[in-house]
């Protein structure tokens, strides 16, 4: 499977962005399909999961009730709604994919990721 990241750009803080993570490729409704984001001088850290099949999400507990994961089945396309943004959640985000298999918090459980696109909030 390959995955197309886009929608990173500049917002204030308190203010909302949308990523979308479109995925090509056979048999996407057998992966799950995670964002992850990694800050400068940090390691890459989980922040969103999907099951494309039943639709289970999780989140980590620093964006649960501010952003939210979704797919479009029609779009192949998973979208990372971010609402209520803060500096801290300045980095760059990845999507990422998983043949079947439970939820993967660790960014080494990942066999697939797009490119990254930049989230930089303003104080």
């Known amino acids: 499977v390959q995955l197309q990241a886009s929608g990173g750009g500049l917002a204030q803080a308190g203010g909302s962005l949308t990523l979308s993570c479109k995925a090509s490729?056979?048999?996407?409704?057998?992966?799950?399909v995670g964002w992850l984001r990694q800050a400068p001088g940090k390691e890459r850290e989980f922040v969103a999961y999907?099951?494309?099949?039943?639709?289970?999400?999780y989140y980590s507990d620093s964006v649960k009730g501010r952003f939210t994961i979704s797919r479009d089945n029609a779009k192949n396309t998973v979208y990372l709604q971010m609402n209520s943004l803060k500096p801290e959640d300045t980095a760059v985000y990845y999507c990422?994919?998983?043949?079947?298999?439970?939820?993967?918090?660790?960014?080494?459980?990942?066999?697939?990721w797009g490119q990254g696109t930049q989230v930089t909030v303003s104080s």
């Open positions: 990422a994919a998983h043949y079947r298999g439970a939820v993967k918090y660790s960014p080494n459980g990942y066999d697939y």
């Open positions: 490729g056979r048999g996407v409704s057998n992966y799950g």
């Open positions: 999907i099951n494309w099949s039943s639709g289970a999400t």
